[in-house]
């Protein structure tokens, strides 16, 4: 009588286990990246951010009353772009982290982009190069550091809505 | 510490130790050794005959660089180091593409799941996976070139490609063997002088004479042509054939009583081999069961002819018939020898080396199979339809490494349908034995026993 209450005692923790767990949630996009972050700072510690691709440039200043585009507040379209920007780079981690010898191979040296997240500590600047073979990733390269990063793809979308109708300087 | 203390713990001291030393040199023979065994049903933990062979001609240094997607090393490093083991000149190296990007630049890559081939300053670029089409790309280095291979066309024959009646499979199968397929017309013009291999696919209509003419001179000149033939009438090609001693039936061979599941009812076994045979007995690709051809008819060796070395190597079962009226056959009638059918075991594969050797040794090569569907897409992987068909391509063109010798006037050898494909008979024995006479059999077991009982009480 004792190990048939055991069993039946067993088999309900057992059902009630399947009843209360739920299965991890499978994440995609960029949630499912779980490398190295890339920026140490959260979204309200940026306090400016500089974006540089090709010969377009902007910079936006975070205040109190929102984000301004050289000195003017920014219309609702950018301002929406830049906060999804911020957010993605303050939580933006790696696919691949590796040593290399040589940062051309890899569009890093010089590279064709760069973000600079200036924060409380001081500024954070990532360099943006070519995209790998399957077109699935970018390198990039933190701050002069050894190591070349793979970040998703999804950061070059972003970073076209920031920039989207802002001319190209022309050189001097 | 008593004596007798002191010596258990000797003991104890010494059995550890010598436990650690035979550890230790059992460690060192595993190191040293290496064998495997494959127990998986279908070998794919070991490679084939074919790149056995083919790795046991690497005589230098011979390096594969493979450009992987991240986290797909393993997969790739276990086929490479499989093939280092047959073969200690094989060097591999496995990058990642994404790491690596200049150096699959300079090779050319710019693909995941790609292998560089490197020997003797030749390269070949193919698929990292499977193990064929690596093994193609280490035959094409060490031949130093690609083989062409030529489907003839204009007859309605089966194309190279593209569906269950074609000859997709089989080309594929070819192509990683370092072949490269086209197809091309023989009416206007000669086969191109550095044409390894001619296959004739199941002409629905017959060729011309300065068609067999055009063969005959590629034959001549020692090249290799395979003629895949159905039933039906081809006057040309049959007496351009009886010229070399190979008769073609004008007939239908069936074997009712061995009709196999799947198939219509008419297909003939395949399962008399002639022993030592390099196409059946290949030392790469051994033909382990027998081989079902859908359609077939009989081809046989007539008076032999000067010049010319032929032999037929493959028989059906005794219980065939060669139907002489192609169109019964075909809707399932009975053979009679009434209506002129000849029972018994039909010939329907040959094999020949024609002409003079060349200064290099080489003859022209031929094989006739009577059927053409048996090394289609629907059928190929039909029993050992797929070892046929390549083992006489291998044959005719002359791959020493995956052929051997040939051996002449040796006994046939029987090879049994493969236990996996039933014949209707065994199919209708399988059942009774199942559904009737196991039920039958619990069913008058517990008969017997209810009786016993009922009698004691």
């Keep these: 009588m004792r190990r048939t209450v055991a069993l039946a ?22 949630d499912s990246v779980r490398g190295p972050r890339v ?11 500089e974006v540089t691709v090709g010969g377009r440039r902007l910079v936006a200043e975070r205040t109190h009353d929102g984000w301004r585009v050289d000195g003017v507040p920014a219309p609702s379209e950018r301002r929406d772009a830049l906060h999804d920007l911020v957010t993605l780079l303050a939580g933006l981690r790696a696919i691949d982290a590796f040593r290399a010898s040589s940062f051309a191979a890899f569009g890093l040296d010089p590279p064709s982009a760069t973000i600079v997240l ?14 790998n073979t399957a077109g699935s990733a970018l390198y990039a390269r933190r701050d002069e550091q050894a190591r070349v990063l793979q970040l998703g793809i999804y950061l070059v979308s972003a970073l ?8 190209a300087r022309a050189a001097s | 510490m008593s004596g007798r203390a002191a010596r258990g713990w000797a003991q104890l001291g010494l059995h550890v130790g010598l436990l650690l030393l035979g550890l230790s040199l059992l460690q060192v023979a595993a190191e040293r050794a290496n064998r495997r065994i494959d127990l998986t049903r279908t070998r794919e933990l070991s490679l084939s005959g074919v790149t056995e062979q083919v790795l046991r001609e690497v005589a230098h240094p011979l390096r594969i660089t493979v450009f992987h997607r991240r986290g797909e090393r393993g997969q790739h490093a276990a086929l490479l180091e499989r093939m280092r083991l047959v073969n200690p000149r094989v060097e591999y190296e496995l990058l990642d593409l994404d790491r690596y990007p200049e150096r699959a630049r300079a090779h ?38 690609a083989r062409r291979l030529v489907f003839t066309s204009g007859h309605g024959e089966r194309p190279p490609g593209g569906g269950p009646d074609t000859y997709g499979r089989f080309t594929a199968a070819l192509e990683a063997e370092n072949y490269l397929p086209e197809a091309t017309s023989l009416v206007d013009a000669d086969v191109p002088e550095d044409v390894d ?58 074997d009712h009583e061995r009709s196999i599941i799947g198939t219509d009812g008419l297909a003939a076994v395949v399962e008399l081999f002639k022993r030592g045979n390099p196409i059946s007995q290949s030392p790469g690709n051994p033909i382990e069961s027998g081989a079902v051809l859908p359609s077939a008819r009989s081809v046989e060796v007539a008076a032999p002819v000067p010049g010319v070395d032929a032999e037929s190597i493959a028989r059906t079962a005794p219980t065939a018939w060669a139907m002489a009226d192609l169109d019964r ?12 059918d000849v029972p018994g075991g039909a010939s329907v594969m040959v094999m020949a080396e024609v002409g003079e050797p060349r200064a290099d040794g080489r003859r022209g090569r031929v094989v006739v199979v009577g059927d053409a569907d048996f090394a289609t897409d629907a059928y190929i ?7 046929l068909a390549l083992n006489a391509t291998a044959w005719v063109s002359e791959e020493p490494a995956l052929t051997g010798e040939r051996s002449k006037n040796v006994a046939e050898v029987f090879r049994p349908l493969s236990p996996l494909v039933l014949t209707e008979r065994q199919a209708r024995g399988l059942l009774l034995g199942t559904a009737v006479a196991q039920p039958g059999l619990v069913l008058a077991v517990g008969a017997v026993v209810v009786a016993i009982r009922r009698r004691r009480t």
């Design chain 2, 108 to 145: 050319g890559i710019s693909q995941y799941g790609r292998a560089v081939v490197e020997y003797e300053g030749r390269r070949a670029v193919v698929l990292a996976l499977p193990e064929e089409q690596v093994t193609g790309g280490i035959l094409r280095v060490l031949r130093g070139r």
């Design chain 1, 39 to 49: 920026f140490r700072t959260s979204v309200a510690g940026v306090r400016r951010l």
């Design chain 2, 381 to 387: 992987d039909l029993l050992g339809n797929r070892d």
């Design chain 2, 197 to 254: 291999l001619v296959v004739v696919a199941g002409p629905k209509h017959d060729f011309l004479e300065p068609e067999t003419t055009r063969l005959a001179a590629f034959l001549r000149r020692g090249g290799g042509l395979v003629v895949f033939l159905e039933p039906g009438r081809l006057p040309v090609l049959s007496r351009w054939l009886a010229s070399m001693g190979i008769r073609l039936g004008d007939d239908f061979v069936v």
């Design chain 1, 9 to 30: 005692a067993l088999v309900a923790v057992g059902a009630l286990l399947v009843v209360l767990v739920e299965p991890p949630a499978r994440r995609s996009g960029p």
């Design chain 2, 329 to 340: 056959a075909r809707r399932g009638e009975q053979p009679t020898e009434a209506a002129h």
């Design chain 1, 118 to 131: 200036v924060t409380p500590r001081g500024p954070q600047r990532l360099a943006l190069g070519r995209p």
């Design chain 1, 160 to 167: 076209d809505r920031v920039l989207a109708g802002v001319p």
